[in-house]
């Protein structure tokens, strides 16, 4: 299943799409949430090509904070959330959104608890070091999945200015560098994204 990061304008707390979410669960089936297209809301990334290349990114992580705030988490407790891209680079407000979730006024239980209970993956312009680095000192390894935007580039404009299939090889072998606890890499890169998509019962 998929849904956008807003729906017409819709955040993702709201209670129209409590049917959606009751779906899911009772199918056991992931939710992939994608950045809208153009995210509606964001008056100031009108120019520059600004709601592609930075609007998408807020937009996800209003989304991952409004579906902690909004307590979809708490009230669905077999959800699986996958949001793309980092969850918009998410894990680098992670720490403030833990100490101001008290302002939130509407949890009933801590904040890490639910965040820890979401996926994000690792696309978002194919990937790239700086991202991968900064998720993983704020996410769980086991709570990433592997992706990219291949073949398009991140501005959608074209397909063929994005870094291609070497690229997509290098940011394979840059995460199996990485000082990951045992199994950790492999989670990323594909069992993680097995379990959830039930790839690993067959």
Do not use: W
């Amino acid at each position: 299943m998929t849904i956008a990061s807003q729906v017409n304008g819709l955040s993702l707390d709201a209670p129209r799409l409590a049917p959606f979410y009751r779906t899911a669960c009772a199918l056991d089936l992931a939710v992939f949430v994608h950045p809208a297209q153009i995210p509606a809301g964001y008056a100031l990334f009108g120019e520059y090509d600004l709601a592609r290349i930075i609007g998408r990114e807020v937009d996800l992580q209003v989304a991952v904070t409004r579906v902690i705030a909004g307590r979809v988490m708490e009230e669905y407790p077999t959800l699986k959330l996958v949001f793309a891209h980092f969850g918009g680079g998410i894990a680098a407000v992670r720490e403030r959104l833990e100490a101001k979730a008290g302002r939130f006024g509407t949890l009933r239980r801590p904040f890490m608890e639910s965040f820890d209970r979401l996926y994000f993956d690792t696309a978002g312009f194919e990937g790239g070091p700086i991202a991968l680095r900064c998720a993983l000192a704020g996410i769980r390894p086991d709570r990433l999945v592997f992706a990219t935007d291949y073949p398009q580039d991140f501005t959608g404009a074209t397909t063929q200015t994005g870094k291609g299939i070497e690229g997509i090889r290098e940011y394979v072998g840059m995460i199996r560098g990485l000082e990951l606890p045992g199994g950790a890499a492999a989670a990323i890169l594909g069992d993680t994204a097995a379990r959830l998509l039930h790839l690993d019962a067959r």
